[in-house]
């Protein structure tokens, strides 16, 4: 298989982008990674990060290469992960990434770069292939930013799409009733 096939084949299964280590780990060393952007087979995003042009587009792309150019182990946060599913009717200017690792690379503005929270560190999953915080957490998360009553839309929505437990949901439902009118639940 020639380094283009493979490294088109790479790409394709995550959202069109493809490291510089991925390539490596494949066989295909970094230098054939510039030979193909000089090319126009692929096209340089960040250091490190390329893109095939023609691959088809999703609404995940930006989160992708968002994750992408922080680096392993980022993971979504708070609206950011909401906004993966259309919850809360969020669609944020910015996406929020979580660096565990200090980075000093500049990011575009679409990009809002923070350390990891204070405190407990929240649980993390795959969604679309995408890490992220758990939508339980990043419903939490989104308090003070957006409106407790859709923060608790929100929750209900999840909760019928299945993307949090029963437990989950109990615990949102107590959480957020506190930020609504201040008891224990509802």
């Given at each position: ?163 949090v437990t029963r437990a989950e949901y109990a615990k949102l439902q107590r959480e957020l009733g506190k930020a609504l009118d201040g008891t224990?639940?509802?």
């Amino acid at each position: 298989m020639k380094y283009r096939d493979l490294v088109r084949e790479i790409a394709l299964g995550e959202y069109g982008f493809i490291t510089t280590k991925q390539a490596a780990s494949a066989g295909v060393p970094a230098v054939e990674l510039r030979k193909l952007a000089a090319r126009g087979a692929l096209v340089n995003v960040a250091y490190g990060i390329y893109r095939v042009p023609d691959a088809p587009g999703t609404p995940f792309d930006q989160f992708a290469e968002a994750l992408l150019r922080v680096g392993e182990n980022s993971y979504l946060r708070g609206d950011s992960v909401l906004a993966l599913f259309g919850l809360a009717d969020v669609n944020p200017r910015t996406i929020r990434v979580v660096a565990p690792k200090r980075t000093r690379a500049r990011f575009p503005a679409f990009m809002a770069v923070s350390a990891p929270p204070p405190g407990e560190a929240p649980s993390l999953t795959r969604y679309a292939g995408l890490l992220a915080m758990r939508v339980a957490d990043a419903i939490l998360d989104c308090r003070g930013r957006i409106e407790p009553t859709r923060l608790r839309e929100a929750a209900r929505d999840a909760r019928k799409e299945g993307l949090v437990t029963r437990a989950e949901y109990a615990k949102l439902q107590r959480e957020l009733g506190k930020a609504l009118d201040g008891t224990a639940g509802s």
